[in-house]
């Protein structure tokens, strides 16, 4: 392996080594110790976070995981000394390489951002100055560094070749809002490497990104750490990403450490509840589907922030939960293998009962079609050019079934669900058919029943819901209109939908701002069942809530598919989260179906190279499986010619690709796909790949 | 970037089309006809028809119309009832004069506002903030008239450091000039700074809690150089766009402060003509008025979208 | 403290008859007392007909409050159901109302009222109408960005699926989002109202002879300040200087308690 610009060779953990030309001792990177961070809230200051200790070594990747508010991003953001106006530092130290970073005066703390820290994190599009080149800023920390002027250009084209930014020169002269998300990020990166820091510090830096997109970031970050040697403080809510790129892993809830340990341990041993729970209520595929097992959950809420609670922060929502949990807090109790836990009880962890229980929702299953989506197309207008957001889906979707619809952004996915509730008119010739007889394609000419037998939930809870309206209106008004009905059937009929998505009256009055994330989401559920529908669009229901509320939402739309026999078309990116919920599974790419089939035959394989692609993208894959795409999602308004994912296509076979388009045809009974390549020869070239 | 350059032009020219119609209307509504009042309520019928005749104010309004933007288009405003002379002419001279008064005007604020509302950012929520955003927005509205009065009571009465008036004596020098004009400018000032002022704040606060100031500043820049490049260059972006709306405002100041300060300005012309009822001069004063406006904003817009590389370059390359 | 003294002048306005020393509108008597310095009798002074200025500014008040007030109603609602109209249907119509309010917005305020008020002669009515049309234009402006982002959220979409007719999503939906934008454009409006009827009474423009108003009252007596003579001028100054900075600070409060 050649060594980076500057560095003698690779870094060895525990020996005399070099940084920056120097040598150290082989003392810790960072030491955080008794780290308390304060906010100040209307007048007061309240802890937000208290007893963060950890360590990282020299070349160690160490990974903070919790999920919304546990506070991993408020660590992060005192580690680099930038915390709000409104944020100070109450108590404790972090020190780099020795030093305290607390008390180094500015001229100090620069010196450090310059050489020996660096962050990268969440929105890359946002990170960037809007009105300066790209080679200039990155130009910046060579400056700083004192790298003299005229070797400036040099370096940066070489530390943008090193982040695999094709085409250096054209870049370094663009602004940075004519470049993809995927490649702002590598842009980052390589300003956050070029001083080859001692640490680098990733908050969510894959999260905004595309499936494929992540995977080559992450890759590109192992790659490089290990090249330079630099220790990594890697922060996610993603317990997948999490365990393939760290060595250590502390588990944050509610502002306090909930245990740490070497990563492997900490997931395949936990020794917290509440760890317990996070990984019980991942869909992984381990568990079976939705007709092997529910998801267990974590019930309750979040504490409020700075609230001071006596005993275990866990207590309330801790399934083995016990007096002393509620009067004394646990010390992180130290355990073998080098770990530690908060918990009163760490080895009863194995055996902690399930919350929910496991038997699934019985549900009969169907071979009627209710849906059938034919040649049907979707062309926008953008500025005089077509933008082909849909071009010939053939679909259909039974009763009771779960459908589930993958692809990245730029597929069509959601315009799809839109075609199909009637939003947005499909082009001439596209024909879409609810049981039997065919949907006008404008709202406006659908009549009530259609109607309301076509609902949809949206991502966003926030923004799904009016803020000024009550539960009881947002719910009562779709049932006036989709079910008609006087006050009191209206009225009844209410209280029986907030029922069946278990939220109680309590709830009857208060408006969406009183409501946490997952309880939004309910209402916004029981609002698409008001009219009793047939089929019920959730497009990406649970991205944007946390992990422990994801599960709970799947289970309940798990039992309402079972109980009124509603299907659903199931959007995701999430692969886990479509493989445990979907009895079919359609793949997606720019506009066009690639790939059709049941779920076990999708995910199980031999695949669609872009579908296996995705699959080997998700962080859950092993290593040495994994297939690179090259290039960027070409543009819905210029596709590429014949198969349009051709430009980026690992199996290509040849000029029939780059000429033909593949018809989406029936390889095998109830299985479609549209490639050159026949399913059998798929088999030997995926075997191979996988040994 | 030339697409963008003929639209927002093409717009421009509809916009004042528009306006020729609202004044045109808006002059048709003013009491009696044009020979009456030129004449008097006691000439006979018979003189003011044929002055109507003659002047031909007693066609069809819009024969009427069309004649009329067909020679200001070409120029040709008409003649003025009031100062018997060609509009033209009358506002030539008037638009140099409120020009000197106005450049000095915009020559104080925008420096002083821009600096007032860069250091109110800085020291968000401190005395200097207070001071500048308080101030500025009470200076505001107070109106032309008061403040001007105000001024005046105090440099030309009390004090007598400056002349009450604007307008200086013939061939005065420049400095001489600019010592007449400095009270009603000041007057225009005070009432401009403060909106600038402010949006230049909310722009700098903006850009101070941006994401890309907190990468320069995480990369380990000096905070001066973080203000300089990442802050002051996206925050004064949007302000470029709104100084250049503050001209409306300046001109109705204009009216008030010319009065106040018996200068010879547009502002002083308009009013004069609204007063007699001087159909022409009107017309044409609003005209002028409007379509200098339009040219501002559409040299504002196109300044902005050159400095905006997002428009200037357009998406993805 | 902005609270205090808008609500000083509003109390005056409706009550100032009642508090003024003297009859505001004086009799013809009074001619023989023109334009007496402040003394004990008349803590203001005289004006050039001999009325007290201290009663005159009192309920001057009046004057100015109720006609900007009402302006800024009248524009408020217009400019309310314009921008809820053009906001949520877009398209076509969106640019075509765009272009006319742009070119209504790019005449300078007073200049409109100038020429209105000319054909339109003294009359308070119509210096209502007059500035309550002129706001229309931005306050639908403002109203129209509000609905433009509100229209964007899933909600909307949610009512549309329901088939919910528009003018409910308009108006049930849509409109309780916006209002506190509405407030607090109404409070800053009020504002500007305040500015401008004063500069149109100023130039002569809109006010009814008699009427005891600041405006008018500094036009008539600002000749006389190079005589030494300036309580008639200072006094209407000073309140019209309290009263708008009260109403702005007012107004500068609501937009930042709503952001």
Not at chain 3, 31 to 52: I, Y
């Amino acid at each position: 392996m050649t060594g980076p610009i500057g560095m003698n060779g690779p870094i060895e953990v525990n020996g005399p080594i070099e940084v920056n030309g120097t040598k150290v001792s082989s003392a810790p990177v960072l030491e955080v110790e008794n780290l308390a961070i304060d906010y100040k809230i209307g007048t007061d200051w309240k802890t937000a976070v208290r007893d963060i200790n950890f360590t990282i070594e020299r070349g160690q990747t160490f990974g903070l995981v919790g999920e919304s508010g546990c506070g991993k991003s408020t660590v992060a953001m005192a580690i680099m000394h930038y915390l709000p106006r409104n944020g100070r530092i109450g108590k404790g130290s972090i020190r780099l390489a020795g030093k305290d970073l607390t008390r180094l005066s500015g001229k100090e703390l620069r010196q450090v951002r310059v050489n020996q820290i660096s962050m990268v994190y969440q929105d890359p599009s946002s990170a960037l100055n809007p009105s300066l080149r790209i080679g200039q800023q990155v130009a910046d920390v060579f400056d700083l560094m004192g790298v003299p002027r005229e070797e400036q250009p040099r370096r940066v084209i070489e530390i943008m070749e090193k982040v695999q930014i094709a085409d250096p020169a054209r870049v370094v002269r663009r602004y940075p809002h004519q470049l993809s998300g995927g490649m702002l990020q590598r842009v980052v990166i390589a300003m956050a490497i070029a001083s080859q820091p001692a640490l680098l510090v990733l908050d969510e830096p894959t999260t905004s990104l595309d499936a494929t997109v992540e995977a080559e970031v992450l890759d590109l970050v192992a790659k490089l750490r290990d090249e330079i040697g630099t220790s990594v403080l890697f922060i996610s809510h993603s317990l997948a990403v999490i365990r393939k790129m760290c060595d250590r892993t502390a588990v944050l809830y509610a502002g306090r450490m909930m245990a740490e340990g070497p990563t492997e341990a900490i997931f395949t041993n936990p020794r917290h509840p509440y760890t317990v729970g996070l990984l019980r209520s991942l869909p992984t595929p381990d568990k079976g589907g939705r007709d092997v097992t529910t998801l267990d959950t974590i019930p309750g809420f979040l504490p409020p922030l700075g609230a001071h609670i006596v005993g275990c922060v866990y207590a309330d929502r801790c399934p083995i939960v016990e007096d002393i949990c509620r009067e004394v807090e646990p010390d992180l109790n130290p355990l073998p293998g080098d770990r530690v836990s908060r918990c009163h009880f760490p080895d009863r962890a194995p055996d902690i009962p399930r919350t929910v229980a496991p038997d699934p929702p019985l549900r009969h299953r169907s071979n009627e079609t209710l849906i059938q989506i034919s040649h049907t197309s979707k062309t926008f207008m953008q500025e005089g050019q077509p933008v082909y957001a849909l071009t010939d889906i053939d679909l259909e979707i039974r009763v009771g079934e779960t459908v589930g619809l993958v692809g990245e952004s730029g597929s069509g996915k959601s315009t799809l669900a839109k075609v199909l509730l009637g939003i947005h008119a499909p082009d001439h010739g596209s024909v879409v058919t609810l049981s039997g007889v065919e949907l006008a394609t404008e709202l406006k000419a659908r009549d009530q029943k259609s109607i309301g037998a076509v609902q949809m939930v949206f991502q966003n809870p926030d923004s799904a819901l009016n803020r000024r309206h009550s539960v009881r209106r947002i719910i009562s008004r779709a049932v006036t209109l989709l079910r008609g009905g006087g006050r009191k059937q209206v009225d009844s009929r209410t209280k029986d939908l907030l029922q069946e998505v278990r939220m109680g009256m309590q709830y009857f009055n208060l408006k969406p701002r009183q409501l946490s994330g997952g309880l939004k989401q309910r209402v916004a559920i029981a609002r698409a069942f008001a009219g009793s529908p047939a089929l019920v669009v959730c497009d990406e229901p649970t991205s944007a809530l946390d992990v422990s509320v994801q599960a709970a939402i799947i289970n309940l739309l798990s039992e309402l598919q079972a109980d009124e026999d509603v299907a659903y078309l199931f959007i995701s990116h999430d692969l886990n989260v479509v493989r445990y919920i979907a009895d079919r599974v359609a793949v997606m790419y720019l506009g066009r179906l690639m790939e059709v089939g049941t779920a076990d035959r999708i995910f199980g394989g031999p695949h669609h190279p872009y579908t296996e692609a995705l699959l080997s993208a998700s962080p859950d894959m092993e290593e040495g499986t994994r297939i690179r795409l090259q290039g960027e999602i070409p543009a819905a308004s210029n596709p590429p010619p014949g198969c349009v994912f051709q430009t980026r296509c690992p199996r290509k076979i040849g000029e029939i690709c780059e000429t033909v388009e593949p018809v989406l045809e029936e390889a095998e009974p109830g299985y479609f796909k549209r490639c050159h390549i026949p399913v059998a020869e798929l088999r030997e070239m995926q075997l191979v790949r996988l040994a | 970037m030339t697409k963008f350059i003929l639209r927002r032009f093409g717009l421009a020219v509809l916009t004042l089309f528009l306006l020729s119609v609202l004044v045109f209307i808006g002059t048709q509504l003013l009491p009696g006809d044009v020979g009456r009042r030129i004449l008097g309520p006691f000439a006979n019928q018979e003189a003011v028809d044929a002055l109507n005749a003659r002047l031909g104010t007693d066609r069809p309004v819009l024969v009427q119309y069309w004649d009329w933007i067909s020679s200001a288009v070409t120029g040709d405003l008409g003649f003025s009832i009031s100062y018997s002379r060609p509009v033209h002419e009358l506002m030539g001279r008037a638009l140099g004069n409120s020009a000197k008064l106005a450049g000095l005007a915009f020559v104080i604020v925008v420096p002083l506002s821009l600096l007032g509302g860069i250091v109110a950012a800085l020291r968000r929520g401190k005395l200097t903030d207070r001071i500048v955003t308080v101030g500025g927005l009470s200076a505001t509205v107070i109106p032309e008239f008061v403040s001007g009065i105000v001024l005046i009571l105090v440099f030309a009465v009390f004090l007598r450091w400056l002349p009450g008036t604007a307008t200086p004596p013939a061939g005065a020098s420049f400095f001489t000039q600019v010592r007449y004009l400095i009270l009603p400018a000041i007057c225009l000032v005070l009432v401009l700074f403060g909106y600038i002022a402010r949006i230049t704040r909310a722009g700098v606060i903006e850009a101070l809690e941006a994401d890309y100031t907190r990468t320069a500043i995480l990369k380990g820049l000096p905070r001066s150089k973080v203000i300089r490049r990442d802050v002051l260059r996206n925050a004064l972006l949007p302000t470029v766009a709104v100084i250049a709306t503050q001209v409306g405002y300046l001109i109705g100041g204009l009216v008030v402060v010319e009065l106040l300060f018996s200068y010879q300005g547009i502002g002083r012309l308009l009013y004069d003509a609204a007063r007699n009822a001087d159909f022409p001069l009107l017309a044409g004063g609003v005209l002028v008025v409007g379509a200098i406006f339009q040219v501002v904003m559409l040299l504002a817009d196109l300044f902005y979208s050159w400095l905006n590389p997002r428009l200037r370059l357009g998406g993805h390359g | 403290m902005g609270a205090t003294i808008t609500l000083m002048w509003i109390f005056f306005a409706v009550f100032g008859d009642l508090v003024a020393p003297y009859n505001p509108l004086g009799s013809p008597t009074d001619v023989l007392n023109r334009l007496q310095p402040p003394s004990a009798e008349h803590w203001f002074g005289t004006d050039e007909l001999g009325r007290d200025v201290l009663s005159r500014v009192i309920v001057g008040a009046r004057q100015v409050l109720t006609v900007a007030i009402a302006a800024t109603v009248l524009g408020t609602i217009a400019g309310t159901a314009i921008g809820l109209l053009v906001g949520y249907l877009g398209g076509f119509v969106d640019d075509v109302i765009g272009r006319i309010l742009d070119a209504f917005l790019s005449i300078p305020l007073v200049i409109t009222g100038m020429i209105a008020l000319t054909a339109l002669g003294p009359n308070t009515v119509g210096v209502i109408v007059v500035i309550g049309l002129v706001f229309t234009p931005i306050i639908a402006k403002t109203v129209r960005a509000a609905v433009l982002s509100e229209r964007q959220l899933d909600y909307v979409t949610a009512a549309q699926l329901r088939k919910e007719n528009p003018f409910y999503i308009l108006f049930v939906e849509i409109l309780p989002n916006v209002t506190s934008v509405i407030i607090v454009e109404f409070t800053v409006r009020s504002g500007y109202a305040i500015f401008t009827v004063l500069s149109l009474s100023f130039l002569g423009f809109g006010v009814e002879p008699s009427v005891p108003d600041w405006g008018s009252a500094i036009q008539q007596h600002y000749g006389f300040l190079t005589a030494n003579i300036w309580w008639p001028v200072l006094f209407p100054a000073l309140a019209i200087a309290s009263l708008v900075v009260g109403v702005n600070l007012v107004a500068d409060a609501i937009s930042q308690a709503s952001e």
